[in-house]
């Protein structure tokens, strides 16, 4: 592969840039700034608060609010990308054709076609992409996929799981979140956090034969609430049971039970 990247490994740092200062473009940024091999180089986004309370404490980085006048101007070798999901797949695909590395938000797109066209431009532009489903990297969840691919539990019979969390308990319509059209949000709980729980699942079983779902808008007008899924593997199912209106739990709170014919 013949992009930046490999200038940058030559003078031992990696230059990044975040899109999208929102609560995990500040996370992603404050976790890979104190890495010794990463020059965070820039920064983006059209909030001029956000980019005006920055620059004070951020001198030495550029910031901008047009990601393409970024990536014309500065010579970066990687790009994490935390705007709202709707528009992950245009921006993933822009980067992917600048010879820029990926690390995108969770979910990579709202529709299947958008995330198979990013998936097309990362192939052909020969650049790494990752998508931040960080409950695979958990280590209870690391061990548990060891458990079940090391055939320990023996014939899997079925399995359960639920992804809670308390953080919708009353009628909120003023994010994102909150709105179901790709340009102006691509919200919902099944996007935004059942999405993790899914992820697992399929990590550890799969692709299903077949999903039938019921889902439910609690507080949220044009977005669900809740979600119960059914996954059909043929030999075998399970479910899973997700919202982010429960009331009990502070904390997002992931479990998955299998059971098996050990």
Known sequence: ????????????????????????????????????????????????????????????????????????????????????????????????????????????????????????????????????????????????????DAGALGRVLGFSAVKYSSDVLRNVEKSWRFMRKASEGGGGVVNEFACHGIDLVVWMFGEPKGVHARMESWYSSDVEDYVHAMFDYGEFSGWIDSSWSMQDYRKPYTRIEVTGEN
């Open 1 to 148: 592969m013949q992009n930046s990247a490999s200038k940058s490994n030559e003078s031992g740092a990696i230059k990044v840039a975040v899109i999208g200062l929102g609560k995990m473009g500040l996370v992603h940024a404050s976790t890979i700034r104190p890495h010794p091999r990463i020059e965070l180089a820039a920064f983006c986004d059209t909030s001029k608060f956000m980019v005006q309370s920055l620059r004070a404490f951020l001198p030495a980085v550029r910031f901008f609010d047009d990601f393409r006048k970024m990536l014309a101007e500065e010579e970066l070798d990687a790009v994490y990308i935390t705007t709202p999901t709707g528009s992950h797949a245009p921006i993933a695909g822009e980067c992917a054709r600048a010879g820029k590395h990926l690390f995108v938000e969770k979910p990579l797109a709202t529709n299947l076609k958008e995330a198979e066209s990013v998936a097309r431009e990362v192939r052909a532009s020969g650049v790494r992409s990752h998508v931040g489903y960080v409950c695979r990297y958990m280590p209870t969840f690391e061990r548990a996929k060891e458990i079940l």
